[in-house]
């Protein structure tokens, strides 16, 4: 069971940082996030070691994943926010299918708004 949190309303330029918190073990953890009217679309990704991620081109320098085992906790640290970053972002296990992230055993999301 995953619990995504640390959601809220910034600034333009804000910063935020989410946490998801994993019951049982976990493998690759990823991060998704749903925009009003938008598909739900990736936002990174990191393996079980945490020693690789992987990130989508529209967050890429801004935004870093990272993950604690000891802790059974994920986290995104999100930079530099735009309003187009507005989306309830959601955490799941990830799998890469070639190009294409996936999710499975979603965690409730969390609200991220960021206003202009």
């Known amino acids: 069971q995953l619990q995504a949190s640390g959601g809220g309303l910034v600034q333009t330029g804000g910063s935020l940082r989410l946490s998801c918190a994993a019951s049982g073990r976990t493998f690759s953890m990823g991060w998704f996030r749903q925009a009003p009217g938008k598909e739900r679309e990736f936002v990174a990704a990191?393996?079980?070691?945490?020693?690789?991620?992987y990130y989508a081109d529209s967050v890429k320098g801004r935004f870093t994943i990272s993950r604690d085992n000891a802790k059974n906790t994920m986290y995104l640290r999100m930079n530099s926010l735009k309003p187009e970053d507005t989306a309830v972002y959601f955490c799941?296990?990830?799998?890469?299918?070639?190009?294409?992230?996936?999710?499975?055993?979603w965690g409730q999301g969390t609200l991220v708004t960021v206003s202009s």
């Open positions: 799941a296990r990830a799998s890469k299918d070639g190009t294409t992230w996936s999710g499975d055993s």
């Open positions: 990191i393996s079980w070691s945490g020693t690789t991620t």
